[in-house]
Structure formats: C-alpha cells, structure tokens
C-alpha cells in the first residue's frame, strides 16, 4: 500500500508527511486549547485532515484521524 501513498500532501497550506515507519501522515500545528484546558487540534488543521481522509478515500485508501499532543494531527492509514 505505501507505494500508492505520496510521501507529502500539500492541503490549505499544511504539509502533511508521510512515515512509513509508523503509516501516517502527519502535520503540526498550534498548540490550542479547549475549556478545560486539555490541548487540542488547530480547528483549520483538523479540517485539513477530513480533507486529506476524502483525498484518500477517492483513492481507495482508508484512515481516520488522530491528534496528540504538542499540535500534532495525524491520519492514521487502515491497512
């Protein structure tokens, strides 16, 4: 499957990475946080990943997305 994968997708002025060691694509954003004070995704990152999971899909790749800490998005590919 890594051979259908891009190793960067350029969306709405994020550059996701892809690494193969972990199957993922990633970007970091900034560091936000929600009411509670958890962090949580940049908003426009996190649509940027629902982006990069559509562009994906057309391919015939499935994934869905993660974050964690530090502004990191990840979307996790299905294997």
């Known amino acids: 499957m890594a051979n259908t994968l891009n190793s960067r ?3 709405k ?3 996701f990475e892809y690494s193969k060691e972990h199957n993922f ?3 970091r954003g900034e560091v936000m946080y929600d009411d509670d004070h958890d ?3 940049e908003p426009a990152l ?4 629902g982006i990069l999971i559509e562009r994906l899909k057309e391919r015939g790749i499935q994934s869905l997305r993660n974050h964690s ?3 990191w998005v990840e979307v ?3 294997d």
């Open 46 to 49: 996190w649509r940027a990943a």
């Open 25 to 27: 694509y990633e970007c």
């Open 13 to 15: 002025g994020f550059d």
């Open 76 to 78: 996790l590919i299905n």
């Open 69 to 71: 800490e530090k502004g």
């Open 9 to 11: 997708e350029s969306i």
């Open 39 to 41: 962090q949580m995704p």
